[in-house]
């Protein structure tokens, strides 16, 4: 049986008990304007349904001690999916933002572009959870892939690091298997995950940049994740921060996304160790430096290596300057830097942020922080599942 679809006063005390996490009868009366007994009733039935709870019970100054409201996170559940290039992952998520189960399926050729999984391989894997969880307890899908969204329109417009996906997937999922899809980019996902179910005071004014195969961002700013005119917003990645020798998939040159991705970072410290007579530790045979991994990077920066450090340097004030532009223009409070290069390599967090505040203006980076993102491993498929949460509750 298909869960019911809120309207009216219930899908405004929905909301509200969402966004507050915790709520009392006597404070949605009063921050709603509606009467005591119609959000009485209304809870009531919601509490019926199974989708709110009642909790602690608060202190009082008199009379009957009011037991706080939230969601039931037990009473739903997402399908929760993530299309990157390095990985795909799939998952089932709660209401309340907590991964359930999930897999991880690294890609079988880096550097990119590395096929994705194909449709039906996608198509046979949601069904493994439809059938362990059943559509009673499944609300529907929510998808986040790494490249450029429409989310409005639900369309994959540009997504050069993953190959063979189908643009128009949500609507091919939905006519498939008969539940909603909501599908957004992996950085604007990961951001609303940071901003629904993160600190709430980090949770304002802050940047979600997502790091792999490609550059993605997402930014909040007074509590509003920005979409842009065309739902475009965020394209870091492809802002202008070096010379015109390299040509960007974008069609343009200099971008970001030529300095600081995985990919790159390693075709750099193979280019330099290929071209000079010098010595590395990553240059122990002919056959290993075509084998080089990012993890070899890194640790050969960990031990001192010269081209390592320089190549990261370079990658890291490429995007520190890049992020400096972001800063002046929105002032937000943190910066989290996600995705596959920052979880392998941590530290290009302390390294970036000294580039942030060389080029920013004073004022704009007095609070800043740049950091890791809350769900660490877990970001990308509890972003995918809360774009499609919040759409239940807003
Ligand atoms: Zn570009």
Known sequence: MQKPIYTGAKKEILKKIFRRRSITRAELSASLGLSVLTVSKAVSSLIEDGIVKEGDVMESSGGRRPTCLSIDPSYAKIVAIDIGSYSFKIGVVSLDGSVVEHQTILNDSLPAPAPTRTHEEIEALIQTYIDRYSYEKLLGIGIGVSGVVNHISRKVVFAPNITGIDPDIARRLEQRFHLPVALDSSAR????????????????????????????????????????????????????????????????????????????????????????????????????????????????????????????????????????????????????????????????????????????????????????????????????ATQFIIQVFD
């Open 189 to 384: 996902c990961m951001a609303l995950a940071e901003k629904t179910f993160g600190d709430p005071e980090q949770a304002s004014n802050f940047m979600f940049v997502s790091i792999g195969n490609g550059v993605g961002a997402a930014l909040v700013v007074d509590s509003q994740l920005l979409m842009g005119a065309q739902g475009f917003s965020g394209e870091l990645g492809h802002l202008k921060v070096g010379g015109d020798d390299i040509l960007c998939s974008c069609g343009n040159r200099g971008c970001l996304e030529l300095y600081i991705t995985i990919p790159m970072i390693v075709q750099k410290v193979v280019e330099e160790l290929s071209a000079a007579n010098i010595f590395s530790l990553l240059k122990q045979s002919p056959e290993h430096l075509q084998n080089i991994k990012i993890a070899d990077i890194v640790e050969a920066y960990e031990n001192g290596d010269k081209t390592a450090i320089r190549v990261i340097q370079n990658a890291a004030s490429k995007l520190g300057f890049a992020l400096s532009l972001a800063v002046n223009l929105v002032n937000p409070k943190r910066i989290v830097l996600g995705g596959g290069l920052p979880k392998v390599f941590p530290k290009i967090a302390d390294i970036t942020e000294r580039y942030v505040l060389e080029n920013s203006l004073t004022p704009c980076v007095q609070d800043l922080s740049i950091s890791l993102p809350s769900f660490q491993d877990d970001s990308s498929i509890v972003g995918s």
